[in-house]
């Protein structure tokens, strides 16, 4: 995956390329906003990240700009600024998400690739396979196998977004965002204990265990025979 | 001399200079032109009586002849009054009337004399010099008549006049000083001693106050003021220097242990398998700190923050469903009871992400802490009410709860009660829940289960509808 760094803090600019490089994408960094923003629109660029105040162009009007000019490319944003407000206008302006600093880079690595996909596939497909786990989305039921497996409205939302991510890690912000839409921070992890519901149902008493935890990071629902 | 000089810059002083300068200018403008006006209508009168003793004459002339003329103008000056008669021939020579002496130039030209002019009369004794003013005519044969009045009277009225003005304007300055003597002196007194205090409070000593007379004047209404300010500054100061010294300790242990953990990690052997795991417990330390920052700036973001920012219109029994569903099975896995008073939909106007992040803190600690209780089974409830405007989310354990004499403290940043310490969290869960009830003017509020804890968390809304 080819991705755009565009961020004036150098040192962690630096320290996000390295890290991108070693996961196997390829990214490429501008040190302020007119670069950043030629860069982009030279195209090529599966995903773009995007420092909310940087030198020369504003990253608001960068991505605006680009919006304009039917540049579609997802746009992630990163912000020292945390509040609520600060990440509705950006998400306003045109960006596809919002991840405030500090953050960790597994965190940023998991909504990158989230991002890469929503623009491959998107919200049309009717269903989802994961291994022999499958999700009719049209009459709302979730087989494993031959098996029917009965889930609560939120557990369905929860295996959907994981299933529309299939094979990515998302992290537990990234549930709680998308499946419960909260931009607030959970103080126990009330994330895990629905998680482990889900799991329950979906993988107790089959071989292979779908929904895995990734330490440090949050979870992946994979499957090794495809 | 230092003194007198502070005197002219104070403000009193001058406003009462500048008074006592207008108010005498203006009744030297006043008396001047009353007096003025009043002299020219006594001369007017003058010289009417004047116009109509010259009719008289001059009828007395034309029937008879010079030589009556001159027997009635001896007749009348000898009578005494304020009457000027005068007879003179072609070289100046005084023939008749009660005139001994005047200025040479006067009977020189006829008609109006220009202004009162100096005259000596018979029978004067030495005194004054008398003014008067005529009119003078000629007579056949180079002779010249001056008929006139004597101007003692408007005289003594502009004297009067005069001396009035010089006791008024006398008074004026007289009562000016005075005032302002009292009124500047007094003022510099007091606003000497404030600022003595004012001087001793910005030396660094915020328990001085400054000085009350007590007789609640405006230097008293103006020192209470400054002495609520300076109550609300050194309370803030105290609060600040309470959450530096929080912070300082807060933040400084875990960075200790994460130093701590990495040196020692530093010094074993580097193959070691457990290399990993040192490594993955400095990111979770280090996301812990994290998160106490974010929590720290979200808090302060909230208190400064104003009232309508990110104020939207939303559901908020959605939101305790939201929660209490997200809770729900965290509640379960601890064994614990947690229970929602169901609701009709309740529209208000408030920043949604807050009140959700509020109610879920409260409900967190409500799960965290009714473990902890010997009551059996554990329990937590969550229920709305609203009572007279004020809409109450309260939140109820049967855990071990606070006593009463901490129910306040907790509210404060990093505040965290003994038995408690050992429970993983930031110790801002509560303060952030209390900064939120004041951001929406309402109030965070803890009570006594018997036991555990109520955490009321109020705030008046008007509901959009219902």
Do not use: C
Not at chain 1, 184 to 211: A, C, M, W, Y
Not at chain 2, 35 to 49: I, P, V
Not at chain 2, 393 to 411: A, H, S
């Amino acid at each position: 995956m080819k991705i755009l760094l565009i961020e004036d803090d150098l040192e962690a600019a630096s320290y996000l390329v390295k890290s991108l490089k070693e996961v196997g994408h390829v990214a490429e960094h501008a040190s302020d906003g007119e670069l950043g923003m030629s860069m982009a629109l030279d195209g090529g660029y599966d995903v773009l990240v995007i420092d909310r105040m940087l030198p020369k162009k504003e990253g608001l009007s960068i991505i605006a700009d680009l919006r304009d000019s039917g540049d579609q490319t997802p746009v992630l944003i990163l912000s020292a600024l945390s509040q609520v407000d600060d990440r509705v206008t950006g998400l306003r302006a045109g960006g596809d998400d919002y991840l405030s600093k500090p953050y960790a880079f597994s965190e940023l690595l998991a909504r990158i690739e989230v991002l890469s996909r929503r623009r491959i596939s998107g919200e049309s497909e009717t269903n989802y396979r994961v291994g022999d786990l499958e999700m009719d989305r049209l009459a709302h039921s979730v087989k494993r196998g031959e098996q029917e497996i009965i889930l609560q409205p939120r557990e369905y939302r929860l295996l959907e977004y994981l299933m529309k991510n299939a094979g990515r890690v998302v992290t537990r912000t990234m549930l709680l965002e998308n499946v419960w839409d909260y931009h607030f921070d959970p103080q126990t992890n009330v994330i895990d204990v629905h998680v482990s519901r889900l799991r329950s149902k979906i993988d107790k008493g089959f071989d292979e265990q779908l929904l895995q935890t990734v330490r440090g990071s949050g979870y992946i629902l994979k499957s090794q025979k495809g | 001399m230092i003194r007198i000089r502070m005197l002219f810059r104070m403000t009193a002083v001058r406003l009462s200079l500048i008074y006592a300068l207008v108010f005498g200018l203006f009744a030297v403008v006043l008396v001047t032109y009353t007096t003025l006006n009043t002299t020219r209508l006594l001369h007017q009168q003058t010289r009417q009586t004047i116009d109509e003793e010259i009719l008289e004459l001059s009828v007395i002339f034309r029937r008879g002849s010079m030589a009556r003329l001159i027997r009635v103008i001896e007749r009348r000056a000898r009578a005494p009054g304020a009457s000027l008669y005068l007879i003179a021939d072609a070289s100046g020579r005084i023939i008749a009337g009660n005139v001994r002496e005047i200025e040479p130039g006067i009977l020189g030209k006829t008609g109006w004399t220009r202004n009162p002019f100096p005259y000596e009369g018979f029978g004067q004794t030495d005194g004054p010099v008398h003014f008067a003013i005529a009119r003078v005519f000629e007579l056949p044969g180079g002779l010249r008549a001056l008929i006139g009045r004597d101007l003692g009277e408007p005289d003594r009225f502009r004297s009067i006049a005069r001396r009035s003005l010089i006791l008024a304007l006398a008074g004026m300055v007289l009562l000016g000083i005075l005032t302002w003597l009292f009124v500047g002196r007094r003022a510099l007194k007091r606003i000497d001693s404030m600022s003595g205090s004012t001087k001793r409070i910005l030396a660094g000593d915020l328990q001085e106050r400054l000085p009350l007379s007590g007789s609640g004047d405006e230097f008293d209404r103006m020192s209470e003021n400054l002495n609520q300010l300076l109550g609300r500054i050194s309370k803030l100061d105290e609060g600040l220097k309470q959450v530096s010294d929080n912070i300082a300790h807060d933040l400084k242990t875990p960075l200790t242990r994460l130093r701590n953990k990495a040196e020692q990690t530093l010094s074993a052997d580097p193959a070691k398998k457990d290399y990993r795991q040192a490594m993955e417990d400095i990111i979770a330390e280090s996301d812990t700190l994290i998160k106490t920052f974010n929590a720290l700036l979200m808090i302060a973001r909230v208190e400064a923050g104003s009232r309508t920012g990110g104020f939207t219109e939303f559901d908020l029994s959605n939101i305790i469903q939201d929660v209490h569903e997200l809770y729900e099975p965290l509640a379960e896995e601890a064994g614990v009871e947690f229970k929602l008073s169901t609701n009709d939909p309740i529209k208000i106007n408030g920043n949604r992400e807050l009140i959700g992040q509020a109610i879920a803190n409260l409900v967190d600690n409500a799960i965290k802490y009714s473990v902890e209780g010997v009551e059996k089974p554990h329990r937590v409830s969550l229920e709305i009410s609203n009572e007279d405007g004020q809409l109450h989310v309260v939140v109820t354990d049967n855990g071990l709860g606070i006593p009463p004499e901490d129910q306040e403290r907790v509210k404060d940043r990093f505040v965290r009660l003994d038995k408690s310490r050992s429970k993983p969290g930031t110790g801002l869960g509560l303060s952030l829940v209390d900064a939120v009830a004041r951001l929406h003017n309402g109030a965070l509020t803890l009570r006594d289960a018997e036991p555990g804890l109520i955490a009321d968390f109020m705030i008046p809304v008007k509901i959009i509808e219902k």
